[in-house]
């Protein structure tokens, strides 16, 4: 990091050399590493020095402080004189720009294998200086273009080339060979522009593909590419062992294969093949294990070895128009015979002592005697004796134009030539004849001919060890494309022209003395193309095995599926130990197939997959415009890399229908086991870009209008609360939200927290964890949202409108109902709760209450009966229909049945309302059970009034929550007065009534119990005298009044024990009666007390009597439900009955256990059409 001072020239007579003097008294005792010397710039032209002072580039924070007593004056003397006190703050998370740069220069991008040896070299030497990292010096040539040109040219194009030529015909396999070559090429362009996108390092492919399509991708791919690479390491094995055994030393054969026929003949060579390929792949993986320095020493060998074979050829085809090599074939009639057993092609020879027969009439015939019986096609064809390799001025291309297919065991015939043959004569002598070996057609040419244009990986691979990667890759690559397609497409032309096509259709080379056929036509000699495609094949087979286990063990590093993670182990130089024995096993069975034509398109699958992802990959982040899309080459485009994706896939089927289908099910599955088992890792993939375009096309077609009825499913926003510590207080809430999430909708977990964000980001923080770990316990899949605001109300009503996104938002809520909403110091609870039900209403929200969720069972309990009783009073949407129906797809609520009552008034055909629901549900595909309950109009009860009045005056009561504790005294002391001034005016000596308040007060003066209470009543009696404004306490959690907690005495009485909102009175002796008793004395008593009822609100008093005949019905119908579903009045529209609405909430659902309060809406949910 340079430090900067500017000194001002105030006088003309100072020099710089003066002031370097300066600065250099300045800086005298100072430690030498913060005195790196100092340069001096003058300006001629300005008034300015700037003396740059070179320290080191770290940031002094960066080191610990030792002794340092202060730190932040430390630091302010660090920013001195440098412009940059200003981001002092940032300064440890964001380092200087100096600091970066000399952090991205000292980069070292080292092959992969060494980093590891690297790091151990690092960790020995670490008291002492570490030593540099030589920097990667090879260039394009050495780096790319070699190795491709290695790996492309290889087994095929020396074994089988000629075979598809003659099979294929020279236009159908230069139309294989372009198709293959055009897709090469168009994954080579996708590749250079992903390979230059910023540092690749070593890994090549599989980090391209992973880095770009994401871990599951690209660890389905890698694993893919790995396959390719190991079976083609079999297929180079077999293609070596294939040249030993027929063409260099047939002798060698373990199993021999003289005067076998047919399938015995194949069986023998097959298992010779395996024999000797378990052997050669033994002796390479120990080269391999032993230094993997021995073989890329061999490299340039093998490299010399292909590019003089490839020559030899090329100088064979010119030598042809001069001079063509002498290479006869033998036919009888038009069929090939295989030259082995006989010298001369003829069937008698003249000499001396007149006509002898030949070693090939002894073939044919039982005796040497011209007399002898002959094979009847031997005895009714002419022998002839054609030139096998014409020369390529013989104009014998227009023979081999077009293609001749063959099944198995068909013969090897000239076209042009006719032969007698009677008809369904059996083939005898077949030995004799050269013969198809196996079924041929354009498809199998196709897939045996895909692996000679694999190889293209191999610069990118090495990406590690070149000086400049985004150059070479790119050039380098599609360099060696254009030359071995070059090469390829003249070689179909050329063999076409100067070869016979019965010699190009002879696989082995058997009508031409058992020599090569590529062979044949090699100047100088026949032997330079098979030693020199020994060798490299071999030397591909070694490259093979060298690189397919260093690519697992990167897969295995990365950590993305945990079952290889083993193989990321290996020597203590990194060399891959494990990954090579798995390697060499998965090998081995490929040689064990021992058919060079069966292993070819197993790995033609794997590639053309790996090249499918490649070329997806960069037509994905070129689409997705991703602003990390930036690469060095340029001359890419999205359609390329489609049309190259498409000839992949085109391909894979074309090569093998069933191998296609099988590496598609192989990467799938390791696509989903990564998903389900893998470590999740944020590689900034092109597939989390692609979710997000998605994303957001979805969201903008969801905004052209709001769903149809059939579409709409539960959205839900779970509000929760969380304590002091952040937990969430109800997570029996987000239990119920797993079990309605049978509708796959949206679920946003909100809380709300109280205060301002600057102070409570931690906190919001906290909940938030604790919100993704609850959802995560409960396996509920959606969002979680905490807004903090000044008070909970605000932050619940943000809550409300800002959660979502465009057409995704909530359309219901689900809230808890306030437990304790009765307490003195719950006021503001219920308050919001009154608040929100309005809210939702506002928005056209649905709303759900759960009352009692403690009760709800968890996602493990499972109900084996009961019933879900739906109470459907109004219709809001169908939401009471819908909710029962999802809830019993989850298993909690599978078995239990479900009810629905709808109730009926004086003026309603109950008869024909329970047709038309059950008709209704008929069509919805709803089952449950339909009945009508019918509720005439009746007289309201004493007991309603005498409900109304208690809660008429506890609402009064309420209204003081906030007076002083003098105020709020007088106020209760008014009220009882009043209360019992009226009994006495109407009946001043026959009752002794006492309004006894026994709560504590709240708020300040809670501590205190009012004197006021016990002096302003009359003179106690016993407590059946009582009025208790006790109510709702059917649970031990539900308290007695709005204002205040129960007494301890109260508290411990059982609620059976409890009056439950009752007048008691001490009348003449006589023991107490129901409110609602029908007993003469009781008509009386009620009748007495009238006068106090007047002054009720009529309003309020038919409320509470819905709500009491509904609850009595509930009750008498669904007491034993498992959940009670019905519909939630709405609030009243003035804000001052809000407790009131409460009260008659409670009283609704008073004595149920599961209760489910339902509010819709304003628009359908459900259809009966389809």
């Known amino acids: 990091m340079s430090q900067r001072f500017t000194v001002s020239k105030s006088d003309g007579e100072r020099r710089p050399s ?60 660090q920013y001195d004189g440098k412009h940059m006190a200003l981001f002092e703050e940032e300064m440890d998370t964001s380092p200087m720009v100096s600091s970066l740069l000399s952090s991205l220069a000292n980069y070292s991008n080292l092959p992969q294998g060494s980093k590891e040896h690297e790091e151990a070299e690092n960790n020995e030497a670490e008291s002492s200086r570490k030593k540099p990292v030589k920097a990667p010096q090879l260039g394009t040539l050495m780096g790319v273009y070699l190795p491709c040109i290695q790996n492309i040219f290889g087994v095929i194009l020396f074994l089988r080339m000629t075979w598809l030529v003659g099979i294929g015909g020279v236009i159908g396999t230069f139309v294989i060979v372009f198709m293959c070559c055009t897709t090469t090429m168009l994954t080579a362009i996708s590749m250079s522009a992903i390979a230059t996108n ?234 004799r004849y050269v013969l198809a070996d196996i079924t041929s057609f354009f498809t199998l040419l196709v897939g045996i001919y895909f692996p000679s244009v694999t190889g293209i990986m191999a610069g990118s691979n090495r990406s590690g060890d070149l000086r400049d990667a985004q150059k070479s890759i790119p050039v380098g690559t599609i360099a060696a494309i254009t030359t071995t397609s070059f090469v390829y497409m003249t070689s179909v032309i050329l063999f076409g022209a100067c070869i016979e096509g019965v010699v190009l259709r002879d696989k082995f080379g058997e009508g031409v003395h058992g020599n090569l056929v590529i062979g044949t036509l090699a100047w100088p000699s026949p032997w330079v193309i098979v030693i020199g495609s020994f060798f490299s094949t071999c030397g591909a087979g070694l490259q093979s095995l060298t690189g397919a286990p260093r690519l697992l063990q990167a897969i295995a590093k990365d950590g993305i599926v945990p079952a290889l993670r ?86 894979m089927f074309i090569c093998s229908w069933y191998y296609a289908i099988v590496a598609m099910v192989i990467a799938g599955s390791i696509y989903k086991y990564i998903e389900f088992a893998g470590a999740e890792k944020e ?83 906290r909940a938030e964890q604790a919100l993704r770990k609850l959802m995560e316990t409960e396996k509920v899949k959606g969002f979680c949202q905490v807004t903090v605001s000044s008070n909970l109300r605000d932050a619940t009503s943000h809550l409300l409108q800002a959660s979502g996104l465009g057409g995704l938002k909530h359309n219901a809520v689900l809230v808890s109902w306030p437990r304790n909403w009765k307490q003195g110091d719950e006021h503001q609870t219920w308050r919001n709760f009154v608040e929100l039900v309005r809210e939702t209403t506002a928005a056209s929200l649905a709303l759900l209450v759960p009352k009692n969720i403690a009760a709800f069972p968890s996602n493990g309990e499972r109900f084996s009966e009961g019933h879900i009783d739906v109470w459907w009073i109004v219709h809001d949407g169908g939401m009471l229909m819908l909710l029962p129906f999802l809830l019993r797809q989850h298993k909690v609520w599978r078995k239990c049945k479900m009810r629905i009552f709808t109730v009926a008034q004086l003026d309603d055909n109950s008869i024909q309302m329970k047709k038309d629901l059950t008709t209704f549900l008929y069509h919805l595909r709803i089952d449950a059970m339909v009945e009508v309950v019918e509720m005439h109009d009746g007289d309201i009860s004493a007991y309603t009034y005498e409900k109304t009045l208690v809660m008429e005056q506890r609402s009064q009561m309420l209204k003081q929550i906030n007076l002083t504790k003098t105020e709020r005294e007088r106020e209760i002391q008014s009220i009882t007065d009043s209360s019992r001034g009226s009994i006495r005016r109407k009946h001043p000596a026959a009752v002794t009534t006492q309004l006894s308040v026994t709560e504590e007060p709240p708020a300040a003066s809670k501590e205190e119990k009012p004197e006021e209470e016990s002096k302003s009543a009359s003179p106690p009696v016993s407590s059946s005298a009582q009025v208790q404004l006790i109510h709702d306490n059917t649970t031990p959690a539900s308290p007695a009044t709005p204002a205040t907690p129960l007494t301890p005495t109260e508290a411990a009485k059982s609620p059976g024990e409890q009056v439950q909102m009752t007048w008691t009175e001490k009348c003449d002796g006589e023991p107490e009666k129901p409110p609602g008793a029908a007993t003469p004395e009781g008509i009386k008593d009620i009748f007495n007390m009238k006068p106090e009822w007047e002054n009720l609100n009529q309003s309020n008093v038919r409320r509470m009597h819905t709500a009491l005949r509904l609850n009595e019905v509930i009750i008498k119908k669904s007491s034993e439900a498992k959940l009670v579903l019905l519909n939630m009045p709405g609030p009243p529209k003035n804000r001052t009955g809000d407790e009131n609405y409460m009260e008659f909430l409670e009283v609704l659902t008073e004595g149920l256990n599961r209760v489910l309060l339902v509010r819709g809406g304003g628009r359908e949910v459900i259809t009966i059409y389809s």
């Open 18 to 77: 003066d002031i370097q003097g300066e600065v250099n008294q300045l800086f005298e005792g100072d430690e030498p590493s913060a005195s790196g010397g100092a340069e001096v710039e003058e300006d001629a032209t300005d008034a300015e020095v700037v003396v740059v002072l070179k320290g080191d580039s770290n940031p002094k924070e960066s080191s610990p402080f030792i002794n340092s007593s202060d730190v932040a004056a430390e630091k302010s003397q």
């Open 683 to 765: 590689w900034g993939d092109g597939i989390r870009g692609l979710s997000l375009s998605a994303a957001r096309y979805a969201l903008m077609r969801l905004e052209e209008g709001p769903p149809h009825t059939k579409n709409w499913r539960p959205q839900l926003l779970v509000l929760v609360s969380t304590d002091g510590e952040q937990n969430v207080e109800q997570p029996r809430l987000l239990s119920l939200t797993n079990q309605l999430k049978a509708g796959k909708g949206l679920t946003i977990v909100g809380t709300a927290l109280e205060g301002t964000y600057l102070e409570n980001s931690d906190q919001a923080q």
């Open 566 to 651: 083993i193989f990321g182990h290996g020597k203590a130089n990194g060399e891959p130990t494990w990954s090579l024995l798995l390697t060499a096993c998965i090998c081995e069975s490929g040689i064990l197939i021992a058919s060079l034509d069966a292993v070819a398109p197993i790995l033609s699958m794997f590639f053309l997959m790996c090249y499918m992802f490649v070329n997806l990959a960069c037509a994905l982040q070129t689409l997705l415009r991703t602003p990390n899309w930036r690469p060095r080459f340029k001359f890419y485009h999205w359609t390329l890399s489609f049309l190259g994706m498409s000839l992949c896939l085109t391909l």
């Open 198 to 431: 910023g540092v690749v390092p070593a890994g090549g492919s599989y980090y391209m593909i992973s880095r770009s399509l994401g871990p599951e991708f690209g660890g389905a791919v890698g694993i893919c590419f790995y396959l390719g690479t190991t079976y083609a390491g079999a297929m180079y094995i077999l293609g070596a062992i294939e040249l030993l055994l027929i063409y260099i030393v047939p002798q060698a054969a373990i199993f021999p294969l003289e005067g076998l026929e047919g399938a015995e003949g194949e069986a023998a060579l097959l298992n010779n093949m395996r024999v000797y390929g378990t052997i050669l792949l033994t002796s390479m993986a120990t080269v391999v294990f032993v230094g993997v320095k021995y073989v890329n020493k061999l490299a340039l060998v093998f490299l010399a070895c292909v590019i003089l074979s490839i020559l030899a050829v090329y100088a064979g085809v010119i030598k042809t128009a001069v001079e063509p090599p002498v290479f006869p074939v033998c036919l009888l009639g038009n069929r090939t015979l295989v030259w082995k057993t006989f010298d001369v092609c003829a069937k008698t020879m003249e000499t001396a002592n007149g006509t002898v027969t030949t070693q090939l009439w002894r073939m044919f015939c039982d005796s040497p005697l011209l007399n002898a019986t002959c094979d009847k096609f031997f005895a009714a064809n002419n022998v002839t004796q054609i030139q096998g390799i014409p020369g390529v001025t013989s104009g014998i291309l227009a023979e081999n134009l077009f293609g001749n297919y063959y099944e198995k065991g068909d013969l090897i015939a000239r076209m042009n030539m006719e032969s007698v043959a009677e008809q369904d004569v059996p083939l005898t002598s077949a030995n």
